[in-house]
Every structure is written in structure tokens, then in C-alpha cells.
């Protein structure tokens, strides 16, 4: 079984976030499935067996990507979406795993790929807007919520990691079957792979 995983943050750095993306891979690899982990330029390549991490290029002159959303998270975002296609047109994939917004690609190209599609929803993506001061746009902030609502339909699971959310996309979705609660926890140190040594 081969999957892949699309994770919109710097992976690996010592956050929320990557420490679920770490735990989540580690598991499914062990589960003996074939991972593409997909992620950002930004981070420390993580030691898992199983696992080939694809990184869009970095672009260090704009600075470390902040927790929340953003103007560079945006612009990082468009390669997510350039590569994704890519792997997914020169691969096929069993299912899809995809981090926080990574869901709004991956719905979108369900249909035309025939994957299935895991949602981890790490936060509701129309409350960052506001909780961030992203914008104050409402008309924004109800087309993510709308877009956010035909996502958790769409997805063939969605895992939450804590109560409030659960219920959240249980009341949105509404099938029991479909919303699984996996609250972060740390259970072993991460194991991140060792820096090459450069000579010039």
C-alpha cells in the first residue's frame, strides 16, 4: 500500500503541528505502507523507515514560517499544490493523508485521482483567520467555513485532536463512523536524520 502524506508546515520543527505529522507517519509506516511525505522547504528530515520526504524549494530570504496562517504560508502553499499534482499524476496513491488547509487541494483532486482521503484537522481553518487577525473579511471567513464544511463531506475520514473540534466536525458531518479523536501526545523522542557534513 502506497500513501501520501501532505503536511503545509516546516517539517520538521519542534511545534504542535510536525510533532503530529512525526507521530501520525510514524505510525502508518509501521502499519508497512509505502509514505511520500510532501512538506515544506523549511525543516529537519525526520529518520523514519518507510518514509521519503519531497520538499518544495526553501526560500529563506522571507524569513521561518510562524504558527497560523500568512502571506508566506500562502505563497509556500502554491508549490504544495504544484507538487501534489505532480506526485499524483506520476504516482498512484492508495489514500491520501492531508494536513490542516493540504485538505482543500486533495478534495479537489479526489475525484479526478480516485484516492482516498484522510483529513487531519488540526484547527478549524475559518476560526484561524479570525483568532490570527488574518483578516476581518467576513465574506472570507464564511467562504473557508464553506469550503472547510464541503472538505470534512468530502473526506472519507477525519481524525481531530481534541474534544472541541471533535464535536465540531461531528456536528458538521454528522456519521460517527467518519470523525476519529487522536489527541497529541509525545510518545518517544522524535527521530530526525543526521546533518551531512559539507567539505569544500
Not at 509501521?30 to 511525505?37: F, P, R, S, T, Y
Not at 485521482?113 to 473579511?137: A, G, V
Request: aromatic share 14%.
Amino acid at each position: 500500500m502506497k500513501a501520501l502524506v501532505i503536511a503545509p508546515q516546516p517539517v520538521y520543527t519542534p511545534r504542535g503541528t510536525p510533532f503530529s505529522v512525526y507521530y501520525r507517519t510514524l505510525i502508518t509506516a509501521e502499519l508497512g505502507v509505502d509514505i511520500d511525505l510532501l512538506t515544506y522547504g523549511e525543516g529537519q528530515d525526520l529518520d523514519i523507515p518507510g518514509v521519503r520526504i519531497i520538499r518544495i524549494p526553501s526560500f529563506p530570504m522571507f524569513g521561518n514560517v510562524k504558527i497560523g496562517p500568512s502571506k508566506l504560508k500562502l505563497f509556500l502553499d502554491i508549490f504544495i499544490t504544484l507538487w501534489t499534482i505532480a506526485l499524483l499524476i506520476k504516482n498512484h496513491y492508495d489514500f491520501v493523508h492531508a494536513h490542516e488547509e493540504a485538505i482543500f487541494i486533495c478534495a479537489l483532486f479526489k475525484p479526478l485521482f480516485k484516492f482516498r482521503l484522510i483529513y487531519d484537522m488540526h484547527s478549524s481553518l475559518p476560526e484561524q483567520l479570525t483568532n490570527f487577525r488574518f483578516t476581518t473579511s467576513q465574506w472570507l471567513i464564511d467562504l473557508f467555513k464553506a469550503m472547510e464544511d464541503a472538505c470534512l463531506h468530502t473526506s472519507d475520514a477525519t481524525i481531530t485532536i481534541c474534544p472541541s473540534l471533535y464535536n465540531y466536525a461531528l456536528g458538521v458531518i454528522g456519521d460517527q463512523q467518519k470523525v476519529f479523536l487522536i489527541e497529541n501526545s509525545i510518545f518517544d523522542e522524535v527521530q530526525v536524520a543526521p546533518k551531512l557534513l559539507k567539505f569544500y
